[in-house]
């Protein structure tokens, strides 16, 4: 019998190598991402009582993800926009690990399914005619001659 893959050394091995080494993510990504995973064990941790030391990838499930997710919601007042970067996190984590243990991949070909909720887009203003040729005219050419845009 195996013993179940633990999401601690891969997150490690996401964190350190992957998202640095092997992807060049900003540092801003990385923030956002570690973020994402804090507030994911800590509400496995609530949820299900298993300490992130201990917590394995099969338990680590689409069912969990979508608690996880609708909770960001409902009880931090997240927008959608707000979760779906926290479902791409998770995505790209389980991208990573489909290839890195393949005995995982069908755990993560699950939460590769969980679809982006779709989002209301504000309408953009724009500027009138009269707008836009008052800022071309403002514009000093002469300083900008011989220079590409």
Known sequence: ?????????????????????????????????RDTFRLLLQFVDRETGIAPTALSVATLDAGIILRFLDGLEKSRGNSVISRNLRLTAIRSFY???????????????????IP??????????????EEMEAILASIDRAQWRGRRD
């Open 95 to 113: 991208r990573m690990v489909a290839f890195r243990d393949p005995a995982s991949a069908g755990v993560a070909t699950h939460i590769l399914a």
């Open 1 to 33: 019998m195996t013993r179940p893959t633990l999401v601690g050394p891969l997150l490690q091995f996401f964190f350190t190598d992957y998202l640095i080494a092997q992807r060049r993510v900003s540092p801003q990504t990385i923030a956002s991402y």
């Open 116 to 129: 982006l909720k779709r989002a209301d887009t504000q309408v953009r203003p724009y500027l009138t005619r």
